[in-house]
């Protein structure tokens, strides 16, 4: 079967001086029903050129699911008088949400279901079904639940869903007393809402054209959304908008933040005569967040902010309009430590950090005259990613936190501060005997073209590495300071248990070592991440792990964008290379102000438009712009037709780009989910088959399709 040809209608434009011609510029209207007859023509080659892995493919699926208890509840979380948890069930593409009432005010320990549970029983004694969303997605081929939140009295419950994948979300209320929902229903909305601290309002945020969060809005249960109260408008492009309320219960924050400069309002429930207060008057390159706490006494709110130095600051402020220059150091500034995140609670705060690339959680406990002791809660594992969630309660006397590894699947537990006893509630279950003694993880270093030392984590079967070089996947991201740490991957044993090796590659624009690790790998440092990455496969290569032969590259989003500019420049490094909704034609889109996400992300990669420098950086290492004739490996790009992050034309441009200009192998897929968003496709089996399809592909580049 011959590949689908993809025809040329050059179109031109000159920016500061230079001329670029895109012959496949038609590719990005999604309406035109050539544009779709070439995507599914696409599809079919794709189907057809990988036919001989089918038995594979099902192969994979049926090991993950095998490996996944598919009935199964998460650990309850308590909230305002219920114990709150998520189900799932054999069979169903999507789970449900419950709860049941606390029986025992002082009692903290959450319920525990019987180990025989069923799909057809109630999971713990009381069970109220607060959602269904299997029931919910019944008639569309994509679902996504945006947020729910439950009103302070526990009555109702507000939720958002998104039908075909664009991220635009619509809110009903459900009434839990009754189970019919109310007739308010609010459109374009950005996830979920906000409830006032009475129950009486919502609180949310709306899209612009652009796809950009740029208006708060108060509703009053009963009315149209055409009579909600616009309260906050951000005109600056760069920035985007959120609202939430503070874990005390008191505060409504408004916040307002691009890439580089935030800006937050509170509403004080307890005088709200006094309206949306501004808090600092954001200024140019000054990051903070707010978090209310109650020290010795006093209400003050806690500032993450990086007015003192790059890696940031927790400091304390009035309840009022407060300079940066008025805050008051309580945890300093540390070259060493990246603070991440503060959480405060009635007897502690819980502080999230990273120091030598590894996450920390660290908890300061709280006395009559502040803060009383100061430490980390300690874990053995060499490499592991350690985090608090599922924390709603301002009263309560433990930490809810996470804890995972390359090997060690995810598992929650209790830390009670008091006594600072750790207590495992769960660990995710993986069936089919599985054991994490029987893998090792190691934590490696690349040096970096410019002398940079750049971490990896590597995981696989025990013993494997000490015999020779492995099949190996390496994975990077590097972008945003999104930080790519260890975390478990059941559809990961069907490589690993086939005698391949998985790494991680920590590229500079990660966050992984501090906040300079990100500025070195954005702007006109991005080649940085490419280079990273490629130091990394020849690390891996050169320590005998792995041979070029054998290795298999993935990226997805701004990950996709690093694998596409590697295989530009070290195409001889890779067996293959996955990119998924990638981020390839990156000049067109931030040369489109009208695009989603293009004007607030000038911060990331610079506005091409205005700036010659900035044109010249991007044009410079682009994938889309770049494509050369020489001879890459074999790829599998992988779209979402509905994909606001990640226009699909993207990667279908680039596919056919390349398929115009490579020489050699030539071997390249293009694989469009045609209902579905970022993402990817919604519902977990089909969630599992795509995954399925891709490892299959990664097997055959590995030689261990047999």
């Not at 008051?328 to 070259?335: S, Y």
């Amino acid at each position: 079967m011959q590949p689908p040809v993809a025809a040329r209608r050059p179109v031109s434009a000159e920016h500061h001086g230079q001329t670029r011609a895109d012959d496949y510029a038609w590719l990005a209207d999604k309406d035109d029903p050539e544009v779709i007859a070439y995507l599914e023509a696409e599809n079919a080659y794709t189907e057809a050129r990988t036919a001989h892995l089918a038995d594979l493919r099902q192969a994979v699926f049926e090991e993950i699911k095998a490996r996944t208890q598919e009935t199964d509840l998460s650990v309850p979380t308590r909230n305002n008088g219920y114990w709150y948890y998520a189900r799932s069930f054999e069979g169903k593409e999507y789970g449900a949400s419950c709860r049941v009432p606390v029986r025992d005010e002082t009692d903290w320990t959450p319920p525990a279901p019987a180990e025989d549970l069923g799909p057809d029983q109630p999971a713990l004694p009381g069970e109220e079904l607060l959602l269904d969303l299997n029931q919910l997605a019944e008639g569309h081929d994509f679902f996504a639940l945006g947020g729910s939140s439950v009103s302070p009295d526990g009555h109702l419950l507000a939720y958002g869903t998104d039908t075909t994948g664009d991220e635009r979300f619509t809110v009903r209320v459900k009434d839990l007393r009754t189970g019919d929902l109310l007739t308010d229903e609010l459109t374009q909305v950005a996830g979920g809402v906000t409830w006032s601290r009475d129950g009486e309002e919502l609180y949310y945020a709306t899209l612009d054209d652009s796809w950009r969060p740029d208006r708060i809005w108060r509703h009053r249960l009963g009315d149209v959304q055409s009579d909600d109260e616009l309260i906050f408008a951000e005109p600056d492009a760069r920035f985007w908008v959120g609202v939430g309320r503070s874990r005390s219960k008191r505060f409504l924050m408004v916040a307002a933040g691009s890439k580089t400069t935030t800006e937050y309002r509170f509403l004080d429930f307890d005088a709200p005569e006094r309206g949306l207060q501004l808090f600092c008057e954001r200024q140019e390159g000054v990051e903070y967040s707010l978090e209310h706490a109650i020290l010795a006494g006093e209400d003050v709110f806690l500032v993450l902010h990086n007015a003192t130095g790059p890696d940031f600051e927790i400091s304390t402020a009035p309840i009022t309009l407060t300079a940066s220059n008025a805050w008051r150091p309580l945890v300093a500034h540390d070259p060493e430590v990246r603070l991440e995140s503060v959480d405060a609670f009635v007897g502690h705060l819980v502080v999230h950090q990273r120091s030598n690339g590894l996450t920390q959680l660290r908890i300061l406990e709280l006395g009559e005259e502040g803060v009383a002791d100061d430490y980390l809660v300690e874990f053995d594992q060499e490499v592991y990613t350690v985090g608090a969630g599922g924390n709603p309660a301002f009263d309560q006397p433990t930490v809810r936190l996470g804890y995972v590894s390359l090997a060690v699947p995810s598992s929650v537990y209790d830390y009670d501060v008091r006594s600072r006893r750790l207590q495992l509630l769960r660990r995710t279950p993986v069936l089919g005997g599985y054991d994490p003694a029987d893998y090792e993880e190691h934590r490696l270093w690349a040096t970096a073209e410019d002398g940079e030392r750049v971490p990896i984590s590597v995981v696989a079967r025990k013993g494997l590495p000490a015999e020779g070089p492995l099949p190996l996947l390496l994975y990077g991201y590097g972008a945003y300071e999104h930080s790519l740490d260890p975390y478990f991957a059941v559809a990961r044993l069907s490589l690993l248990d086939r005698g391949a090796a998985f790494a991680l590659a920590h590229v500079r624009g990660g966050g992984e070592l501090g906040r300079r690790w990100y500025d070195d790998g954005k702007l006109a440092a991005k080649q940085n991440s490419f280079s990273d990455f490629v130091a990394c496969a020849r690390h891996l290569i050169d320590s005998g792990w792995t041979t070029p032969d054998r290795m298999v590259a993935e990226g997805a989003s701004a990950g996709g964008l690093l694998v596409g500019a590697v295989a530009n420049q070290a195409p001889e490094l890779f067996a293959g290379i996955v990119a998924d909704v990638p981020f390839v034609d990156a000049l067109t889109s931030m040369l489109d102000a009208s695009l989603p996400l293009t004007v607030t992300e000038y911060d990331e990669w610079g506005n091409p438009e205005a700036d010659p420098e900035a044109y010249r950086t991007i044009r410079a290492y682009a994938p889309y712009d770049n494509v050369a004739a020489i001879d890459y490996p074999p790829i599998l790009a992988e779209a979402s037709l509905n994909d606001t992050r990640v226009l699909f034309t993207e990667p279908a441009k680039w596919v056919a780009k390349l398929r115009a200009t490579a020489v050699g192998r030539r071997d390249f897929l293009l694989r469009t989910e045609m209902a579905a968003g970022h993402g990817g496709v919604s519902g977990r089996y089909q969630a599992w088959r795509d995954r399925a399809f891709a490892l299959a592909w990664m097997l055959d580049r590995m030689g261990l399709a047999s």
